[in-house]
């Protein structure tokens, strides 16, 4: 019983800063910094990684699953020691917050990089194999959780795996919610918030910036 509730402990932080981070994003707030990560850098003709990988989603998920992961555990004090999370380990919650916000992040990176070089659009998909596009879609941030967890914390494997399984579910909640609202391109997202997913490299093929 203790694995799932301990599973769920790993979770919530990510999720309650994902659900956050949705709100930002749907009221527009902080649009100075929805800046893309890559500047509009090309590489063949093709963004390193698109208009929807922006500093604002890196400098809001780190802090908002810092903040969550340490109020989870100030709200899990009353509770049996089995249930609280992570028991018998001296470890700052905000520390292991904000190390899974910044793998939530860094796991995304290489997908939207190699996507881009396939020529698959920010939020576009591919008919041949787009399960397995999807598949990767919703599980590359929860990798990149798991990875960044490692360097902090060592749960059981089966808490890694009921985690990897919770947080692919939450992910996946949460990408259809995002295009429910029309925060996905293509979607009904406001064209003054994506910018342009190709710039001209005058044939050269070397990164350029606008």
Known sequence: MTAPVRAAWLVAPVLAAGLVHVI???SG?????????????????????????????????????????????????????GLTPFPGRRLKPWLLGGVLGLGYCAGEL????????????AGGSVKRLSWLQYTIDQTDSV???????????RPRRIELLLAAGLGTGAHIAVDRLMSSIGLRPG?????????????STGGSGRLSRP
């Open 29 to 81: 707030v902080l649009s100075r910094i929805a800046t893309p990560l890559d500047g509009g850098r090309t590489l063949g003709g093709r963004r390193l990684l698109g208009p929807s990988k922006t500093w604002r989603g890196l400098l809001l998920m780190p802090p908002l699953t810092a903040l969550a992961a340490g109020l989870e555990v100030a709200l899990a004090r009353r509770l049996p020691r």
């Open 110 to 121: 290489p997908n939207s990089f190699v996507k881009r070089r396939l020529g698959i659009p």
């Open 24 to 26: 930002v994003l749907k």
């Open 143 to 153: 990798v990149g959780c798991l990875v960044a967890l490692r360097l902090v914390y």
């Open 187 to 199: 979607s009904g997202q406001n064209p003054s918030q994506v910018a342009p997913s190709r710039l």
